[in-house]
């Protein structure tokens, strides 16, 4: 791949990173529709091709704090969506399993 391939293949990646306004984004992410914002930068080379073998090797480099190299968290719109829609089906089978549960209890 060449270096002009690379800058597209990374610019094709970030367009397609999503702006879903139920995705939020936090320093340690613990729900399904939460994302590492510190992860921008290794999901855009992974995305783009680097191997993550690669990714880790040039974190590895990068002395001091390394931000933007976290774990890789996949947010393009397509992925954003399917993240919102696990999130509703938990929410709505909590929701029937508690309602069940206060039923049974009276």
């Not at 968290?73 to 954003?80: N, S």
Request: charged letters at 25%; a neutral charge.
């Amino acid at each position: 791949m060449t270096v002009e391939q690379f800058d597209e293949m990374v610019i094709k990646t970030g367009n397609s990173f999503g702006n879903n306004p139920n995705i939020t984004y936090c320093l340690e992410p613990f729900e399904q529709t939460q994302g590492n914002c510190n992860s921008s930068s290794s999901t855009l080379l992974y995305k783009a091709g680097v191997p993550l073998s690669r990714i880790k090797d040039l974190r590895k480099q990068i002395s001091g704090f390394v931000w933007g190299f976290g774990d890789i968290k996949p947010w393009t719109v397509e992925e954003q969506s399917k993240a919102v829609q696990r999130q509703r089906e938990f929410d709505q089978l909590r929701n029937e399993m508690m309602n069940t549960i206060i039923l049974n209890k009276y």
